[in-house]
């Protein structure tokens, strides 16, 4: 497994979170990301994290991904995907809801440290300068989708999640270049 960096730190709030928190708030995208992650176990991270290089006009390929899958995957299993099971089982155990706001908001505090390590990891990653962002935001979502589909024998998309990450970059200069 590749080495981790660390997050907490300045870099948390960099291009690539902005562009998740404003491309997660387009109508459509958390429900469709969310589907995603139940019926997959898709890192809506890394799903995000595929949109955003695609506007940025960086084409992955299946390496990557899984290169961009292995520098999260320790902190994603060990810190992330617990604080989300003990949030939805709160949900069924107390009706005390300033507890579950509590662990909602250190669950998304782990989505940005995550989203943090992503944004380090890439510059390391090989990818492919694409002449066309639409095509590479298409190309990295449906890839990783994919790979994640792969046994499902079931066809998904992200539809809503590629044409809000291309709605929202169209103005010159895109805003949320790292």
Request: with cysteine; aromatic share 6%; glycine share 8%.
């Amino acid at each position: 497994m590749a080495e981790q960096t660390k997050g907490g730190g300045p870099g948390d709030d960099n291009a690539f979170w902005r562009f998740s928190l404003d491309v997660y708030a387009q109508p459509g995208v958390a429900d469709e990301c969310l589907a995603l992650q139940d019926a997959l176990d898709v890192d809506v991270n890394i799903l995000l994290f595929c949109a955003w290089l695609g506007t940025r006009a960086i084409a992955l390929g299946a390496e990557d991904i899984m290169a961009a899958e292995d520098a999260v995957a320790r902190w994603r299993d060990n810190v992330v995907k617990p604080l989300r099971r003990a949030r939805r089982q709160t949900k069924a155990l107390t009706r005390d809801e300033a507890f579950r706001t509590s662990i909602k908001d250190v669950e998304l505090r782990a989505e940005q440290i995550e989203q943090a390590m992503l944004f380090a990891a890439a510059s390391a990653l090989g990818g492919s300068a694409a002449a066309d962002r639409a095509d590479a935001v298409a190309r990295n979502v449906r890839g990783y989708i994919a790979l994640k589909s792969a046994a499902a024998g079931k066809a998904f998309s992200a539809e809503r999640l590629i044409g809000a990450s291309l709605s929202l970059t169209s103005s010159a200069p895109n805003p949320y270049r790292g």
